[in-house]
């Protein structure tokens, strides 16, 4: 699991975002990105060139914000079959 978070950091940060941290829980795989106003489509993109489309089961894309952290994070999270 360890390869796919980093794969996925690399994948993120090469497009130009600034990654806050990626976790995964069981097969919940989580990347949150510093960045409010990221396009889901783009971000949706970016995780299916790195983890193949039938393996990325309910995609979601959110924004968060937590009192520990200024300003909005996007929040990229799927249950990962592989």
Do not use: P
């Not at 829980?25 to 989580?30: A, M, T």
């Not at 990105?33 to 995609?59: F, K, M, N, Y």
């Amino acid at each position: 699991m360890q390869e796919l978070k980093d794969s996925l950091r690399d994948a993120f940060e090469e497009q130009g975002y600034d990654v806050a941290d990626v976790s995964a829980n069981r097969d919940r795989v989580r990347i949150a990105v510093l960045d409010e106003e990221a396009s889901a489509e783009e971000l949706r993109e970016i995780t299916h060139s790195v983890v193949d489309e039938s393996d990325v089961l309910g995609l979601d894309v959110t924004t968060e914000s937590a009192d520990s952290q200024e300003g909005v994070t996007t929040v990229v999270s799927f249950r990962y079959r592989g």
